[in-house]
Structures are given as structure tokens and as C-alpha cells.
């Protein structure tokens, strides 16, 4: 089925660990995005990708870096795990040939830091 | 930058109520509006948008939003809940220009008893 494809689905790491969260989609979307959700925060976006070659800090990007590798695939690097980033991750793509900005979101996640 | 805020954190309804969940948003400019649904253990959904035309925009399952620009808001109603209705309810906005992204409210959680 078309869509967002996210792995790992679940992680647990340790202080100081190193991992990479990825992320791709089939529906050949220009637009890819990482948010994080906790509980009562909502959804805060970390980076973002408006198109294949650039990347933006959204509102919550630091202890994170991106790599947009092509059109299809968006991945989201933790350097140095901290506890604080113990949080469900969801990516995104969207496009605007839709004539929407429909947005399509992958099934998460779940990041444990200890 | 915009913002949005909900202003419930947690409704509690029976069964046939009736919903109003606030939205308000923080952008001078013209914004594209949604509202997305989180059913327990699964990713969001679009409930419904708004881009531009009639401010009254019907979504799936019943649902509607009002666009009021004069008071900056976007509210989700039902006329009539449902017990499957319980869900994470956020309200999401994104400035009309490219290369922007979806801001998402905090959230609104929904139970409803039957």
C-alpha cells in the first residue's frame, strides 16, 4: 500500500547511544517533515524538508540532525540519546500537486532513552 | 511564526452530545486549517481542511469546522457523539506560503461513555 514507511517501530537505547530513525514514502511527495508527540505537548515539529536538497529547523531540532538521501527518503539522526528524547516519532510527507498539502503520516516511533 | 492553541485538554460526553472543541491560531497571514484524529495506539488522520471558499467545511464521520477569520479560529463540532469518537483530537495550521509546515495544537482528548 502506498504511503509513509517508518523503522524501527519501537527502540530502546541508552544514554549517549547513537541511532537513526528512518523514514520513507512512495507517493513521490516533494515535502517530508519529523515531528515528535508527547503526552499534552501535541506534535512539535523537529526539521522539515520542503523539497528534495533542503532541510529547516522546525521548533524543537536540537540533539537532532536530518539527511533528506533523495526524493523518497527522510531520516532523523540522534546523536547522543537523552532521557528527554524519550517520545514518540512520526514522519510525514505532503505535496502540493495534490492542490491540498495533504499531509500523510507513518505509523511512528516509539523511542525509549534510559 | 504561527502558533495554535485548543483550548480543552480533556471532554468528557455521553453518548449523542453535542462537541465543540476550540481552536484558535496566531498568524497575520492567510493559513490553511485542519483538524486531525489520533484513535488510541494508531497515527493521525484528517478529519477535515480548510483552504479557502465556504468557512463551514464538512469532514469524515459527521464532523464540521467553522473558519471565523475575524477571531482567528477553526472550531471542530459534532452535532451528535459517538462512544468511538474517543479519540486525541489536534487542530493544525499552516501558513499559506511555500516551504512552511504544519504547526499542531497541544491536543484535545475525547472520552465519551456510553
Known amino acids: 500500500n502506498a504511503g509513509v514507511t517508518q523503522t524501527p517501530k519501537f527502540q530502546v537505547l541508552k544514554t549517549g547511544q547513537s541511532m537513526t530513525l528512518q523514514c520513507a514514502q512512495d507517493m513521490n511527495h516533494n515535502s517530508m517533515y519529523w515531528y515528535r508527540q508527547d503526552p499534552g505537548m501535541g506534535l512539535r515539529l523537529i526539521y522539515y524538508?520542503?523539497?528534495?536538497?533542503?532541510?529547516d529547523k522546525g521548533e524543537v531540532p536540537n540533539g537532532y540532525n536530518v539527511s533528506r538521501l533523495n526524493k523518497r527518503e527522510f531520516s532523523l539522526r540522534l546523536e547522543s540519546a537523552a532521557p528527554s528524547q524519550t517520545s514518540v516519532y512520526f514522519c510525514?510527507?505532503?505535496?502540493?500537486?495534490?492542490?491540498?498539502?495533504?499531509?500523510?503520516f507513518g505509523s511512528g516511533t516509539r523511542l525509549t532513552v534510559v | 511564526a504561527q502558533s495554535v492553541s485548543q483550548h480543552n485538554h480533556h471532554v468528557i460526553l455521553s453518548e449523542a452530545a453535542s462537541l465543540e472543541l476550540g481552536c484558535n491560531y496566531s498568524?497575520?497571514?492567510?493559513?490553511?486549517l485542519f483538524w486531525y484524529v489520533q484513535y488510541p495506539g494508531q497515527h493521525l488522520q484528517l478529519l477535515l481542511k480548510y483552504f479557502s471558499g465556504d468557512p463551514l467545511v464538512k469532514g469524515i464521520k459527521g464532523f464540521e469546522a467553522e473558519f471565523i477569520k475575524s477571531k482567528f479560529s477553526f472550531n471542530l463540532r459534532k452535532p451528535s457523539v459517538q462512544w468511538s469518537d474517543t479519540a486525541e483530537y489536534f487542530c493544525?495550521?499552516?501558513?499559506?506560503?511555500?516551504?512552511?509546515?504544519?504547526?499542531f495544537g497541544k491536543g484535545t482528548t475525547l472520552s465519551v461513555s456510553s
Open positions: 498568524y497575520g497571514g492567510t493559513v490553511n
Open positions: 524538508s520542503a523539497s528534495e536538497g533542503t532541510t
Open positions: 510525514a510527507s505532503s505535496d502540493r500537486g495534490q492542490g491540498n498539502y495533504g499531509y500523510t
Open positions: 493544525a495550521v499552516r501558513a499559506n506560503q511555500a516551504g512552511t509546515a504544519l504547526i
